[in-house]
């Protein structure tokens, strides 16, 4: 394993532990975990690619994987992400989770917050608190305490709510013949919800058309307007830092110079695992400020990468025609962005060029952080 992901593994950890007071903690870890029937002491950490906990947890539990499935009894909180989640035990807290496709057969006794293509609330299943998911479809046949709220494309309901039903926007909304809904039913879609006569709606159904819109037909070819407005946001940003940091541009264009395929490689390293890192981050919910510092940057970076490659191309012209301390620093950087807007218009080519700038941008950023941190002296003793 990279040193550099190692680190980022470690961080993460540490931030999870913050999560959970002093104590015992387990650690579970490799390609296939399986925790026997028995009591175990959280909180309980596990990674790996197959998980199965048919163990009794006295505490939280944490756990990453390709494929998740609880059947023991957690008297904590359930904190999950991976492809496949089954819940098929007791969880005497709240269940946060995050996956591709999400059955829940056990008890629940706080909420679930879910994100999932596919969601299956079985019969004979409860939520005891509320429910807020988000998912392409879901079928609810088990009994919700109070509220539910969600949105997707498909939702089938067919099970008593104890509260109101919100559904912002959905595609397909049907309500079962065990459908019960104790408050109200507030939904947005384009059609009207199938609702069947046997269902009990408690309070009043709200229906809030949702209308189709056309989309505006773009003329075609290069929105020039648009690139020149970007260009000249680019300078300012440009201008702004060299005034409030003048050694950053010289820095970047330095790693770049110095380590171009080293800064590719981890900068798209960085482009896939960052989105994951900060979704991880966010589910813990200790890690949320730290989540939104992470999208932060990210979005940043994403904004700035023309700006960096402009400038390291920039400074790449002025050593390559003698440019330097006869031109002002701008004027290449300007050739160079300019340079890079244009390249980034090409059809197709222009995708590719955009994302391996973007990719070079953050790897260019991540190691010249790592090589400062790497300089900078350690502290003498006593101070």
Same mark, same amino acid.
Request: hydrophobic letters at 50%; one cysteine or more.
């Given at each position: ?12 950890? /540490? ?13 579970? !870890? ?70 591709? %496709? ?21 019969? @004979? ?15 609810? %046949? ?23 039903? !919100? ?16 408050? $109200?039913?507030?939904? @947005?879609?384009? /059609? ?112 700035? @990468? ?47 060029? $955009? ?29």
């Amino acid at each position: 394993m990279p040193k550099k992901l190692l680190i980022i593994l470690v961080a993460l950890l /540490s931030l999870l532990c913050l999560a959970v007071p002093a104590g015992a903690m387990e650690f579970y !870890k490799g390609d296939a975990v399986t925790l026997p029937e028995g009591k175990v002491e959280g909180p309980v950490f596990v990674t790996g690619n197959s998980i199965v906990i048919n163990a009794d947890v006295d505490g939280d539990v944490f756990a990453a994987g390709q494929t998740v499935t609880v059947n023991g009894k957690i008297d904590g909180d359930l904190l999950a992400a991976g492809n496949v989640i089954r819940i098929n035990g007791a969880i005497n807290g709240d269940a946060r989770v995050a996956a591709s %496709s999400l059955t829940v057969g056990g008890q629940t006794a706080g909420s679930l917050t879910a994100a999932a293509s596919e969601i299956q609330i079985l019969a @004979g299943s409860r939520i005891n608190r509320d429910m807020v998911a988000a998912m392409g479809g879901m079928t609810v %046949s088990g009994k919700i305490g109070r509220h539910l709220l969600g949105a997707g494309e498909n939702i089938f309901l067919n099970s008593p709510v104890g509260g109101n039903v !919100k559904i912002p926007s959905v595609g397909s909304l049907k309500v079962g013949p065990e459908g019960a809904i104790a408050g $109200s039913l507030s939904y @947005g879609s384009r /059609s009207p919800a199938e609702i069947d006569p046997g269902a009990d709606i408690g309070g009043a159904a709200d229906w809030n058309q949702i209308l189709t819109k056309e989309r505006p037909q773009h003329r075609e070819g290069i929105n020039w307007l648009a690139q020149l407005a970007w260009f000249a946001s680019g300078v300012l940003v440009w201008g702004i830092f060299t005034l409030l940091f003048p050694p950053v541009w010289s820095t970047l264009s330095q790693t770049i110079a110095g380590s171009p395929w080293a800064s590719l490689g981890w900068g798209v390293l960085a482009l896939l695992t960052t989105p994951l890192a900060a979704l991880l981050l966010l589910i813990t919910v200790v890690g949320i400020p730290v989540s939104l510092a992470l999208m932060f940057a990210y979005a940043a970076l994403l904004y700035a @990468g023309k700006i960096i490659a402009g400038d390291a191309a920039g400074r790449f012209l002025s050593r390559r025609f003698g440019w330097e301390n006869k031109v002002p620093g701008i004027v290449p950087f300007m050739i160079g962005l300019a340079g890079l807007i244009l390249l980034a218009n090409i059809p197709i080519v222009g995708t590719i060029i $955009s994302i391996a700038v973007i990719a070079l941008a953050m790897g260019t950023v991540s190691l010249a952080l790592y090589n400062w941190r790497k300089r900078s002296p350690a502290p003498a003793v006593g101070e």
